[in-house]
């Protein structure tokens, strides 16, 4: 068993409080959930308006599928208009 974890360090420039930042991240958050069938987090940068830390995690038996997958969120991400990628990392547990 492979987990794959992508980690997504995002600014999000429409936010002008923590309440419309939830709003945003609750849509984009469902929305890979149900594309990819995969486990989404906000882990950290909470009290950011702007900013936001979120953890996509796949669980398969091969390393190229969870690495496929995790990839497809970042090009999916990258395409929202509503956040954009600073940064982002995968790691394989």
Do not use: T
Not at 45 to 71: F, K, M, P, T, Y
């Amino acid at each position: 068993m492979l987990v794959g974890v992508l980690i997504l360090d995002l600014y999000i420039p429409a936010s002008n409080s923590l309440k419309d930042k939830r709003g945003i991240l609750k849509r984009l958050k469902d929305r890979i959930r149900n594309k990819f069938n995969v486990s989404v987090s906000e882990i950290d940068d909470q009290d950011v308006w702007r900013r936001a830390q979120l953890a996509v995690a796949h669980v398969s038996n091969r390393g190229n599928l969870s690495n496929s997958i995790l990839s497809q969120v970042v090009n999916f991400v990258e395409r929202e208009h509503d956040v954009q990628i600073l940064d982002y990392r995968l790691e394989f547990l």
